[in-house]
């Protein structure tokens, strides 16, 4: 299997994958409370592990690179649980524009932001548009679990998508960090069930600190999470991700 990260690949290997306009993933995610039983890098961890296997199912087609991931996005609403660290939206933005100018720099053209945390992908939405007029470059952007929507309805008892440190992220994390999942706190690991404010249909949008909807930090039912499901829907969104780059909807 080719090395497909970015960080392991030498500038001579980066600088032959430019010259074949090879796909550039750069997975977003965050580093917050996820209730009694899963570490604070959940969002992050999940994210890097898609885009690895995303990219390794997508270089049988095209060129592609998964860049180092961005581990802090935007959680304010997690720092009342503590343990939680968050960006404002003006550092997130910099910080990925400075990204994306330097792998355009390095002679890459087609950028796909991967995202693996619920409260970014409003601002990433924004964000997608910002840059590609500022770095007059089209920038795509996914998250992950909206890519693979279907496997994870599908593969989900208690839920129909992603809540927080539910049944799905506990899932994929006994997966694919099982020496990461407290499994003596499962049963304290449930709390209401929640719909992501970027995709509510509510009329009206207010901010709202998670410790007010929940006080175990979890939203939804980890307690029938499973390896099992979680490599099912690994897989599912990573081969989604790897449909949506041979598809290349940078040529549009």
């Known amino acids: 299997m080719s090395e497909v990260q970015w960080n392991r690949l030498t500038a001579a290997e980066l600088r032959a994958l430019a010259a074949r ?10 580093t917050e409370q996820h209730g009694p039983h899963l ?7 999940l994210a890097a592990e898609v885009c690895r296997r995303a990219a390794v ?3 049988e087609h095209t060129g592609v690179v998964v860049m180092p991931s961005v581990p802090t996005g935007l959680s304010e609403h997690h720092m009342a649980f503590g343990g939680t660290l ?4 003006s550092t997130l933005h910099a910080l990925l524009r400075d990204m994306c100018r330097s792998v355009i720099r390095a002679g890459f053209s087609r950028i796909l932001v991967v995202n693996g945390h619920g409260g970014n992908m409003t601002a990433l939405n924004a964000l997608t548009t910002e840059l590609t007029t500022e770095l007059s470059t089209p920038i795509a952007f996914a998250s992950y679990f909206g890519a693979g929507r279907e496997v994870v309805r599908d593969t989900l008892e208690t839920q129909d998508g992603l809540m927080h ?3 799905g992220e506990t899932s994929m994390m006994m997966a694919a960090h099982p020496e990461l999942v407290r499994s003596e706190h499962l049963d304290e690991a449930y709390g209401p069930r929640i719909t992501l404010p970027a995709e509510s249909s ?3 949008y207010m901010a709202v600190s998670f410790d007010r909807i929940t006080a175990s930090g979890v939203a939804g039912d980890a307690r029938v999470a499973s390896a ?4 099912r829907m690994l897989s599912g969104c990573a081969s989604a991700l790897a ?3 041979v598809r290349d909807p940078w040529a549009k």
């Open 202 to 204: 509510e009329p009206v």
């Open 165 to 167: 440190a539910c049944e």
């Open 228 to 231: 099992e499901k979680g490599e």
């Open 243 to 245: 449909d949506i780059i």
């Open 57 to 59: 199912l997508a270089a």
């Open 21 to 30: 306009d090879a796909v550039v993933l750069l997975p977003v995610g965050a």
């Open 39 to 45: 570490p604070t890098g959940v969002d992050d961890f």
């Open 86 to 89: 968050t960006l404002s939206l």
